[in-house]
């Protein structure tokens, strides 16, 4: 087992805030877990308790708010090179932010919907124009008005914008666009009054109570979330929050959600193209790719469709059904990449037959996937069972219980025969395994459980 992992960082004020959520918020179950209310509810979970569990669920991992310099260099990006952006860009930039104005002409009224498309327009502008010769590899849409089903049947919500991926080409297995299987997501709000840390910053302390206004916001940012993290396996997520003139930025983990100070985007738009650029190059923008990786060869996809023929008459699986309009069988397999127990530092590649069978609901935990898959160029191998999560640091790791169990043994009578464990390493750095915040957050006196990625 790993020893205790946490990078270094320098000391932080104004960490002093707590939030008070039970105060702001109608009565809901001790257990403030989306997971446990899909699991144990007799009816269908209705959108409004799911948003607002989602909400309270978040508010016992909330980190913040940090300062800016802090959130981007130590929180989100640490390690990550920005150079410089051109000053005549900068101007630019902040001529597009600045055209980001919710005002109805000859009405003493906002709308956030006036903030979308000139939002939208600023972003991809940095998107481009940011990195010189090099636009980045995202794109901003406006999607406020979509509202997709999460699955065929399902809730059906939408931030107001999403943050996609600049594909070379479509793929045309499943529905990529859906932005719960983007990069991030961006909710707008016309008044800085609706922010839900309006007026707290990182040197602020005590209690944080919402108005109801702000509760809303941040259950449905929190929602989002909770989505996003359901339809791609990921290391982290990242958001915004525009609210009025103000910009505050969000990164989750499996154990953390840390918010950001406000940032006034039109007077200084340095932060945002940070976190834009960041978001962009660092760590596969929070993907697993270890886990998320797109199949492209006829021999992979034909091996995924004899297989699950297969399984559904072993009675492993059902017959496929695709779980949003769009998606197909081919679409929702994926390449997983499993180190080799015989070559540590080597690497296999298994094939995932269809989607997950199983996969948890919630952000807090230990985000359990598991796959019914098969080695790759191996159609003769059995089929195995593959399970991602993020294991608390201090327990045993699955691995080392089921080597408790066989004690030397090749396999025991009624215990799952056991491959190979092992934990992911981190995108960035390689050499050390990916873990969530919670470390190095527990050094500036929080209290959160600390997990790594298996």
């Known amino acids: 087992m790993p020893a205790r992992i946490a990078r270094s960082a320098p000391p932080r004020n104004g960490n002093a805030n707590r939030l008070d959520y039970s105060r702001s918020r109608s009565h809901l179950s ?23 569990v989602a909400g309270a669920e978040a508010a016992k991992l909330v980190h913040g708010p940090v300062d ?111 932005w719960a299987r983007g990069l991030g997501v961006i909710e707008v709000k016309a008044t800085e009054q609706e922010d839900p840390w309006y007026q707290r910053v990182s040197t602020s302390a005590g209690e944080h109570e919402f108005t109801e206004v702000q509760l809303k916001t941040w259950n449905q940012i929190q929602e989002y979330a909770v989505m996003a993290y359901r339809a791609v396996p990921r290391c982290f997520l990242l958001g915004m929050g525009f609210f009025g003139d103000v910009v505050r930025f969000f990164r989750w983990d499996r154990s953390s959600a840390i918010v950001s100070d406000p940032v006034y985007y039109k007077l200084d738009p340095t932060p945002l193209i940070t976190f834009v650029v960041g978001l962009a190059k660092f760590a596969n923008s929070g993907i697993d790719r270890t886990a998320h990786a797109s199949l492209s060869t006829k021999a992979e996809l034909a091996l995924v469709h004899s297989c699950y023929d297969e399984a559904v008459h072993l009675g492993i699986l059902l017959e496929y059904t695709p779980r949003r309009d769009g998606d197909t069988l081919d679409g929702e ?57 993020w ?64």
């Open 30 to 52: 001790n257990n403030d877990r989306v997971d446990l209310y899909h699991k144990f509810s007799s009816e269908k979970l209705k959108q409004t308790v799911h948003r607002q």
């Open 333 to 389: 397999s994926t390449r997983i990449v499993v180190e080799s127990p015989q070559n540590p530092g080597l690497h296999e590649n298994f094939i995932s037959i269809g989607r997950p069978m199983f996969y948890s609901r919630s952000i807090r935990g230990r985000g359990t996937l598991v796959w019914l898959a098969k080695r790759a160029g191996r159609s003769d191998d059995g089929f195995v069972v593959i399970k991602d999560t």
């Open 68 to 178: 800016i310099d802090s959130f981007l260099e130590i929180d989100c990006f640490p390690g990550m090179k920005v150079c410089g952006v051109k000053n005549e860009r900068v101007v630019n930039i902040t001529d597009l932010l600045r055209q980001v104005d919710p005002t109805i002409i000859g009405a003493n009224k906002r709308s956030e919907r006036l903030m979308y498309s000139p939002l939208a327009d600023a972003l991809n502008e940095i998107a481009k124009k940011a990195v010189t010769g090099r636009p980045l590899p995202v794109k901003f849409d406006v999607c406020g008005d979509l509202r997709p089903a999460e699955e065929i049947g399902g809730f059906r919500t939408t931030p107001d914008l999403s943050i996609q991926p600049q594909r070379k080409r479509k793929n045309n297995g499943s529905s990529s666009d859906y």
């Open 391 to 454: 294991r608390n640091e201090s327990r045993w790791t699955e691995g080392k219980i089921y080597r408790s169990i066989y004690k030397g043994a090749e396999s025991v009578f009624g215990v799952a025969r056991f491959y190979h464990d092992f934990d992911v390493p981190d995108p960035v750095s390689k050499e050390m395994p990916c873990c969530t915040a919670a470390a190095r957050l527990n050094e500036e006196g929080t209290d959160l459980t600390e997990r790594i990625h298996h």
